[in-house]
């Protein structure tokens, strides 16, 4: 069923966010039947912009970063429904002239749709628009008024706290859609599916049957023109409290009652209070940062990160980080997360991987133990999309020797004729659907952030003295390999 009539109000229209993901998005969106019968998308921004000039530049987007391309005229129809309207957000009486689009809609479909207000903005200016919004009336309709938040959600815990006071105090909760785009990917969604539709793993999903988890979002681009925001963030606060951390809430939660948002939720809020909360004196025994030097990467010569652009030259700002989680409740008592991300990595993949125990009592003869290796379920986000399983097996011929195999489910060969949306594609719809499940929730986005802080305080305390530590290609810095090896384990990176 398709959702309601909607008006999609897009701050920051001009930008980036909006040509490479949104427009793009709802492009697909329109493509694959899902975009209402009655809808407009109206981009808001500085750019003096035409209605088609803002089309034009749009379709750019399309044709450089949407899955689908433009064919048969498909753009047309669409871009119908697109328009521009110059606007200062920091002129107040600007905002009258959306209440007063959104009659002429109104008028012209005769129904009340739903207004969408999506902040792609610098998070500096968030809090003044979303205060200028909670004066026009259309706001105050809490059914049919969204607002729709981007990363980053606050700096650290005490200005997440504080935007989120002002958020809720300006809206109801249930019209805040703060967004982690790795909700939205498909591959996420199915560790829900893996998880609780099926009747044979959660009985080995706990302490007894799991040895340890990973989590790996490994990328190989840098920080390219972000310097400037990235100076602001670093691998902790970009990847690891958001991302990293709602993987691992996916991995590690209770099974949900039901798919209502706010019980997915509370199952994962859980998980993030239950997490261990390191002293600020041992973050050095479960964290590791690391800095990209200059290097070679697939053949090209890169700068360091501390050349980039608008990054300080002193910068102690850590593109890569690694960390021990532990869970502190009955089911994960005792089992170390490890999880890592970083830039200029050898690989571009992110990957969960569980490994569980070995068996209990080895009843083979000694030279079928050579091969032996821990079951594991690997599950591949991007852009591999497969889960696989590895089990021992008999080698054919006649003695009784062992080795690991892998039994794979591979998105694209289970479903060659259907393709994958987009997170973005995904999560617009949830919010033009009015559901938030997969989208955090003020006290989830708080618990976050106080898993990281100890570690962020930490590391603002003793500024690192071997940065850059890792050069690029590489799979970060030798601390990241020791932080696991002490415990016996390995990182496990796929061929
Ligand atoms: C963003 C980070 O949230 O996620 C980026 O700000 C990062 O630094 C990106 O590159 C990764 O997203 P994806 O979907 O490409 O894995």
């Not at 001009?14 to 427009?23: I, P």
């Not at 360091?304 to 102690?316: D, M």
């Not at 021990?324 to 990595?345: A, E, M, Q, S």
């Amino acid at each position: 069923k398709k959702p309601k009539a909607s008006v999609i109000f897009i701050f920051g229209g001009s930008g980036d966010l909006n040509q490479r993901k949104l427009t793009p998005a709802l492009y697909n969106l329109f493509i694959d039947g899902w975009m209402p019968e009655k809808f407009a998308i109206v981009g808001l921004g500085r750019t003096q912009y035409s209605d088609d000039k803002f089309r034009d530049h749009l379709s750019k987007g399309i044709q450089e970063f949407s899955r689908r391309k433009e064919k048969n005229g498909i753009w047309k129809d669409f871009s119908q429904h697109i328009s521009y309207m110059p606007m200062d957000a920091e002129d107040d009486a600007s905002y009258k002239s959306l209440s007063d689009r959104v009659k002429e809609y109104e008028k012209d479909w005769g129904v009340n749709p739903n207004v969408i207000f999506y902040l792609a903005v610098a998070p500096q200016l968030v809090p003044d628009i979303a205060q200028k919004l909670s004066t026009i009336k259309l706001c105050s309709d809490t059914q049919t008024t969204r607002i729709v938040v981007e990363k980053p959600f606050g700096h650290d815990l005490k200005s997440a706290r504080e935007l989120n006071k002002l958020l809720t105090s300006l809206f109801d909760e249930d019209q805040i859609y703060r967004i982690d785009h790795y909700l939205g990917k498909e591959t996420v969604q199915n560790i829900l599916a893996l998880r609780f539709a099926n009747a044979m793993f959660e009985p080995i999903w706990n302490r007894n049957y799991i040895d340890h988890v990973q989590i790996t979002v490994a990328e190989t681009v840098g920080v390219e023109e972000r310097g400037g925001y990235y100076e602001q963030s670093g691998a902790l606060r970009d990847m690891v409290q958001n991302h990293i951390l709602q993987l691992l809430c996916m991995v590690a939660m209770e099974p949900p009652v039901n798919f209502e948002a706010n019980e997915i939720r509370n199952k994962k809020v859980a998980v993030l209070n239950a997490i261990r909360k390191f002293d600020r004196a041992e973050v050095q025994n479960y964290a590791v940062r690391g800095q990209y030097g200059d290097g070679w990467l697939k053949g090209k010569k890169v700068k360091g990160y501390r050349q980039e652009e608008k990054v300080n030259p002193q910068s102690n700002v850590e593109t890569y980080a690694a960390v021990k989680f532990y869970i502190d409740n009955w089911r994960w008592h005792r089992i170390p997360f490890y999880v890592r991300t970083g830039k200029y990595l050898h690989q571009k993949t992110s990957v969960i991987t569980i490994q569980f125990r070995p068996a209990p009592h080895y009843a083979f003869p000694a030279e079928a133990a050579e091969t032996w290796r821990p079951n594991r379920l690997t599950i591949s986000i991007q852009p591999e999309m497969d889960i696989r399983l590895r089990f021992q097996a008999k080698r054919p011929g006649q003695t009784m020797s062992l080795s690991p195999v892998d039994m794979i489910f591979s998105y694209t060969e289970a479903y060659p004729d259907e393709h994958e949306p987009e997170a973005y594609e995904t999560l617009l719809l949830d919010v033009m659907e009015g559901n938030p499940a997969q989208f955090m929730r003020a006290d989830q986005v708080e618990a976050a952030w106080e898993v990281v802080m100890p570690i962020i305080e930490a590391w603002e305390q003793r500024p690192p003295i071997d940065f850059p530590n890792y050069a690029p290609d590489s799979w970060g810095p030798e601390d990241a390999e020791a932080l696991i090896a002490r415990d016996g384990h390995n990182w496990i990176n796929l061929p």
